[in-house]
C-alpha cells in the first residue's frame, strides 16, 4: 500500500461491504472474496501467470465474536495526521509558550518532557510509542457509539463541516446527548438553509462511522475538569495500569495537544498487575485467585491496605496467604505499640504535663530525634508515591520501640513516682510518638488510625487534622551517632547475658549484675549514659576503664541481693518486706 502511494498507483479496492467483488472485476463481480480464490488461481494458470500453487497452514485473524475469516479492503476513514504542520492549532488557553506550529507528533514528545512520569521509565515508553507510530485512525465501522459529525453531499459526495452545522449538533448533543444523531434526520440536524460548499447542494447524508473509544476517553479530562467550577481546568494525575502508555495516556495526551496545545495531566503514574504468591497470573482455572473479601472477612480491610502498600506497585504485586500473614504480623507489632503507649497515657495530659528536650534523658532525646527524621523520610515518601518505603520505614521504627525502648522505660512508667520527671518527659516522648505515627498512618492504616486518635482525642478525628510538621530542633545528628554507637556496645553486652541465660546461670536481666571493662573511646561512651544499668536491664554495673586498651568485655554475675518486690531490681538495701532506695523515693 505504502509502495502504491509513493508511486502514486490508484487505490484499488475492488469490495463491496458484504465482501463480494465489484464489477471492477468482471470476472468474479458479485463472489465473496474467500470464495472467489479458486477462481483466481485458475485465472491465473489460464493467463500463463502462474508461478506455484500449493496449500498451507497459518494463522489468519478471525472475528473475535463470530469466529468466521476477516477479508480486508481499503476504504476511506477519518484520521488525525501527526505529520503534518498545523499552525495555530496550539493557540488554546493555557498553551506553553512555543507549542504553537509544528507536527502534533514533535509537540507531544515536548510535552512528555513536561510531565512527571512514575515511575521514569514511563516516560521512554510513551515517548517511544508517539515517536515511532502512523497517524491514528480514529473512525469505526459500528451501530452505535460516539458519532462522527460529518454529513456528506449527496450530488457530489463533498464532506461537509461548517461551524454553524457544528454549533446546532453542540446544542443538540447538549440537550438530547449523542443518540440525537441517530433519533433526528439530517434536515433536523442541519441549520437552516445549509447548502454544499462545493457544489451548492441542499440534500445531505450523515456519517455512519463513529469515533475510536480511545479518543472518547482521551477527551475526559475535558469533560469532566473543564466543565467543573471544583476542579483545576485539568487533572493533576493520570493513574492506571502499565498497558495504558499505548491507551489511555497515549490517546490522552494526542486530543489535548491537537486541542489545548498543552499535556492533559501533570504527573501519570503507572501499576503493575496482582499475581500470585509465586508470580503467576491469577485465573479461576488455576485455582490462585484470592478474594479480597476474604483476606477482610480474615484480617480486616486494614491489613489488605497496608499490603497494597507495602508492594512495589512499579512491578507486578504478589499475593499469598504466607504474604498476608507476615503484614498481619507488623500490624498487631503497631497496634501492640499504641495499645502500650496508650496504657500509660492515662494519667498525662500534654496541656500541663509535657516536657521540653532539655528535660529528657539520652534515650528519650534520641527517639524524638528518630521520629523527626523519619517523619521528614515519610512525607517525602509519599510526595514521591513511594508507599513501600513508608511501610518499611514505619515498621523498622516500630520494632525498634517494641525491642528496645519500651523495654528500657517500663522501670520508670511503673515504678517512678506518678509526676516525676522522668518519667513525665517519656510520656511525653510516647505520645508525641503515638501522634505523629497515627497521623502518618491515617492515609494507609485508616481504620486503627482513626481508632487510635478517637482515644487520643476523643471529639476530634485523624482525616481533620495536618501531617505533622518536623521540628528541626528535635534533631541532634551528633549525640544520635554517639547513642547508636552505645546500642552497638550494647548489643555487645547483651550477647553475654544471653549466653548467662542459656546456660540458667540467670533468669531475666534484673536476677544479673555487670561487670563491664572497656577502653579508650568505648569506655568514654558507656560513662556517659545516664543510667547504665537501666538502658542494659540489670540490677547493677560496674564499668571499668582498661588503661591498656583491650576490647570491650561484660562479665554476668548472678545477683544474691533481696529482690525488689516492687519493681523487682536487686538491691543490697532491700531489708524484709522493705522496698529498693529507688521505690522509697516514688513511695515517700
Not at 201 to 227: H, M, P
Request: with cysteine; hydrophobic share 40%; aromatic share 10%.
Amino acid at each position: 500500500f505504502e509502495t502504491g502511494l509513493a508511486y502514486n498507483l490508484p487505490i484499488l479496492s475492488p469490495l463491496d461491504d458484504d465482501s463480494r467483488f465489484t464489477k471492477e472485476v468482471p470476472e468474479l463481480a458479485g463472489l465473496k472474496v474467500l470464495d472467489a480464490n479458486p477462481k483466481v488461481i485458475e485465472a491465473l494458470r489460464a493467463a500463463g501467470s502462474l508461478l506455484a500453487s500449493q496449500t498451507i497452514s497459518h494463522q489468519y485473524p478471525h472475528c473475535w465474536r463470530c469466529k468466521k475469516p476477516v477479508s480486508f479492503r481499503s476504504t476511506p476513514q477519518w484520521f488525525v495526521t501527526l505529520d503534518e504542520s498545523a499552525p495555530g492549532a496550539a493557540a488554546a488557553r493555557g498553551a506553553p509558550a512555543g507549542a504553537d506550529g509544528g507536527t502534533l507528533r514533535a509537540r507531544s514528545l515536548a510535552a512528555i518532557d513536561q510531565v512527571r512520569w512514575v515511575p521514569r521509565w514511563g516516560r521512554e515508553r510513551i515517548h517511544g510509542m508517539i515517536e515511532s507510530r502512523p497517524d491514528w485512525c480514529v473512525s469505526r465501522q459500528r451501530s452505535w457509539g460516539v458519532p462522527i459529525t460529518i454529513f456528506f453531499c449527496r450530488k457530489c459526495g463533498e464532506w461537509h463541516y461548517t461551524k454553524a452545522a457544528q454549533e446546532k449538533i453542540f446544542a443538540l448533543f447538549s440537550k438530547m446527548g449523542a443518540d440525537a444523531w441517530y433519533d433526528l434526520s439530517e434536515k433536523e440536524l442541519m441549520p437552516e438553509g445549509a447548502k454544499c460548499l462545493k457544489c451548492g447542494g441542499e440534500d445531505f447524508r450523515k456519517e455512519t462511522d463513529i469515533l475510536d473509544v480511545w479518543f472518547d476517553s482521551g477527551c475526559s479530562f475535558a469533560a469532566v475538569c473543564e466543565v467543573r467550577g471544583d476542579l483545576p481546568d485539568r487533572p493533576d494525575m493520570y493513574l492506571e495500569g502499565s498497558d495504558q502508555h499505548r491507551g489511555w495516556f497515549h490517546s490522552s495526551l494526542l486530543v489535548s495537544m491537537a486541542n489545548r496545545g498543552r499535556a492533559p495531566y501533570l504527573e501519570v503514574l503507572t501499576h503493575g498487575y496482582v499475581v500470585d504468591g509465586s508470580g503467576k497470573k491469577m485465573s479461576k482455572s488455576l485455582g490462585n485467585t484470592i478474594d479480597p473479601d476474604d483476606i477482610i472477612k480474615k484480617y480486616g480491610a486494614d491489613i489488605l491496605r497496608l499490603w497494597v502498600s507495602a508492594e512495589n506497585y512499579q512491578d507486578d504485586i504478589r499475593i499469598s496467604n504466607q504474604i498476608m500473614d507476615m503484614l498481619a504480623k507488623a500490624y498487631f507489632n503497631f497496634r501492640n505499640t499504641a495499645r502500650f503507649i496508650l496504657g500509660n497515657l492515662y494519667d498525662f495530659d500534654p496541656r500541663k504535663d509535657a516536657l521540653g528536650p532539655d528535660k529528657m534523658d539520652r534515650l528519650d532525646r534520641y527517639v524524638l530525634h528518630q521520629l523527626t527524621a523519619l517523619t521528614d523520610k515519610i512525607k517525602a515518601a509519599y510526595a514521591s508515591y513511594e508507599f513501600h518505603a513508608i511501610y518499611q520505614s514505619v515498621n523498622k521504627f516500630v520494632v525498634f520501640l517494641s525491642s528496645l525502648y519500651h523495654d528500657v522505660i517500663k522501670d520508670r512508667l511503673y515504678t517512678f513516682k506518678a509526676d516525676s520527671p522522668e518519667r513525665r518527659a517519656t510520656q511525653t516522648v510516647m505520645r508525641e510518638v503515638l501522634t505523629t505515627l497515627t497521623s502518618l498512618m491515617a492515609p494507609i492504616l485508616s481504620f486503627t488510625a482513626e481508632e487510635i486518635w478517637s482515644r487520643l482525642e476523643p471529639d476530634a478525628s485523624v482525616f481533620l487534622t495536618d501531617f505533622p510538621q518536623s521540628d528541626p530542633s528535635r534533631l541532634i545528628p551528633t549525640e544520635a551517632a554517639e547513642f547508636e554507637r552505645f546500642l552497638d556496645l550494647r548489643a555487645i553486652i547483651n550477647k553475654s547475658l544471653e549466653e548467662a541465660r542459656n546456660t540458667k546461670a540467670i533468669g531475666s536481666g534484673l536476677e544479673a549484675e555487670l561487670d563491664v571493662t572497656a577502653s579508650g573511646e568505648e569506655y568514654r561512651i558507656l560513662a556517659a549514659q545516664d543510667n547504665l544499668a537501666e538502658l542494659l536491664i540489670v540490677s547493677a554495673v560496674r564499668l571499668t576503664e582498661d588503661p591498656e586498651g583491650t576490647p570491650l568485655t561484660a562479665k554476668v554475675t548472678p545477683s544474691h541481693h533481696p529482690k525488689c518486690p516492687r519493681c523487682w531490681v536487686r538491691h543490697p538495701e532491700v531489708v524484709g518486706d522493705g522496698v529498693c532506695p529507688k521505690c522509697q523515693k516514688a513511695l515517700s
